[in-house]
């Protein structure tokens, strides 16, 4: 599979957030990358918890605070 961010979008994003645009990009990346190892988090919320905390532990480990809300 493939991953594409789109740098105004990202951009434009990060900034709704409030997050840098590196840290909002490096979410993003993990993100597709869980998803191209198969999970899925529309699948149930058990699912979705599940991706997220793995979301937030690779994070973690770049120290990039928590983007769901420093729950991890």
Same mark, same amino acid.
């Given at each position: 599979?493939?991953?594409? +961010?789109?740098l %105004?979008?990202?951009?434009?994003? @990060?900034?709704?957030?409030? /997050?840098?645009?590196?840290?909002?990009? &490096?979410?993003?990346?993990?993100?597709?990358?869980?998803?191209?190892?198969g +999970?899925?988090? %529309?699948?149930?919320?058990?699912? @979705?918890?599940?991706m997220? /905390?793995?979301?937030?532990?690779?994070? &973690?480990?770049?120290?990039?605070?928590?983007?769901?809300?420093?729950?991890?």
């Amino acid at each position: 599979g493939d991953i594409a +961010l789109a740098l %105004e979008t990202c951009g434009r994003e @990060a900034a709704e957030k409030g /997050a840098s645009l590196e840290h909002y990009a &490096a979410h993003l990346i993990i993100h597709g990358l869980l998803h191209l190892a198969g +999970l899925d988090h %529309e699948i149930s919320p058990a699912d @979705a918890d599940a991706m997220e /905390a793995l979301e937030i532990k690779a994070l &973690a480990l770049m120290a990039i605070a928590d983007p769901y809300g420093d729950r991890g």
